[in-house]
């Protein structure tokens, strides 16, 4: 049940984005942009823990839960530390998925090469 509640979810937001895509002219940075914005907005709305809690890996590993993982850090960084906390545990957060998108893009690189 845990695969196909994450299909479900993960694969729910690809279909709208595609539709985004497919029926608007915006890029494909526009869509980036609005799922990343929407994940905080729904981290702010108390949703996005209920969407982890359903879909587990379907939720985490979208472009929605990197916006949900900002909002995250700079409120627990604003509870702890007040308006200095707040960007310090944003940058906290939200160097982890910017570490690992570079380190992990860095090594894809090394291993494929890119087409002409």
Known sequence: ????????FA???CFFAQLI???????????TSIFTILGAFLGFLGL???FIA???GGATTIISNFGYVLYKGAYL?????GIIGLFAGLLTKGS???VGAVVFSFIFVLIF????
């Open 1 to 8: 049940m845990n695969f196909l509640s994450a299909f479900l």
């Open 11 to 13: 694969g729910g937001a």
């Open 21 to 31: 895509l497919d029926n608007t002219k915006l890029t494909p940075g526009h869509v």
């Open 48 to 50: 996005y823990d209920k």
């Open 54 to 56: 359903f879909a587990g």
């Open 77 to 81: 960084g604003f509870q702890e530390q």
């Open 96 to 98: 982890c998925a910017i």
């Open 113 to 116: 090469k890119p087409r002409d």
